[in-house]
């Protein structure tokens, strides 16, 4: 099957920094790529949609300044929390889905930790 | 509006005996449906999903789960569940003519515990 990654898997920062995460599609090109949040003991939230080339499309309520999204190639897309507080403390979750398929393929997640 | 239900948060079991886990969703539109299960500290792997055709879906680690559209249901089962399924299980669906690509909604997840 499909093989998402994620890096890191686990960082930890102090509040103020900023962190990058990168979601790779190892073995297929992902023209769409979506970032989710998950809140300990809760499901995943979408944060936001990213389409290879082009601008992401964010969900009600997700700050498209804070949580910057890049998609710039169909192998690797990157969302970097920018001047992250400890509220932002969460588990980050991508996942890649191929052009004509309905399935997403997700990454095993990263655990952000912000002191 | 929520579109899938997940009614039990915690369902423990037996090792060797069966397990149903529940969900429905409500949409006016034809959906996807998908099973997704996290293992403790890991990203979410899928179980089993169903596009068309037959509603009895079956998928990996011995788990199926059947359509019911009358009953808007995709519940999971598996006849003899072992320490190792252990986990949380997430429903999803996709709607059919939704706006956004390929977004999945999720349940609120069923933590399965399987006891020795």
Redo the contacts between chains.
């Keep these: 099957?499909a093989v998402?990654s994620?890096h890191p898997s686990w960082v930890i920062c102090k509040s103020g920094t900023s962190v990058k995460i990168e979601c790779r599609s190892l073995d297929f090109q992902a023209t769409?790529m979506?970032w989710y949040r998950q809140f300990p003991k809760?499901?995943?939230?979408?944060m936001a949609?990213s389409?290879e080339g082009s601008k992401a499309?964010y969900e009600q309520g997700v700050e498209k300044d804070k949580f910057l999204i890049n998609h710039a190639s169909l192998t690797l897309s990157t969302l970097t929390v920018t001047s992250a507080h400890p509220e932002d403390s969460s588990f980050y979750?991508c996942?890649a889905?191929l052009l004509v398929t309905?399935?997403?393929?997700?990454?095993?997640?990263t655990?952000l930790t912000v002191l | 509006a929520q579109s899938v239900t997940q009614l039990d948060s915690q369902v423990p079991v037996f090792e060797e005996a069966p397990v149903e886990l529940r969900c429905n969703y409500s949409s006016s539109v034809s959906v996807y449906l998908f099973w997704y299960v996290q293992y403790p500290n890991q990203g979410l792997q899928l179980l089993l999903k169903y596009l068309s055709g037959s509603t009895l879906v079956k998928g990996i680690n011995g788990f199926e789960a059947e359509f019911n559209k009358s009953q808007t249901s995709f519940h999971l089962r598996k006849p003899s569940v072992h320490i190792s399924d252990t986990a949380e299980y997430f429903c999803a669906v996709i709607l059919m003519g939704s706006t956004g690509a390929n977004n999945l909604f999720f349940g609120t997840g069923t933590r399965l515990t399987v006891i020795p």
């Design positions: 099957g998402v994620q769409t979506f809760q499901s995943l939230m979408l949609t389409n499309t979750i996942s889905s309905d399935t997403q393929y997700f990454g095993p997640g655990r």
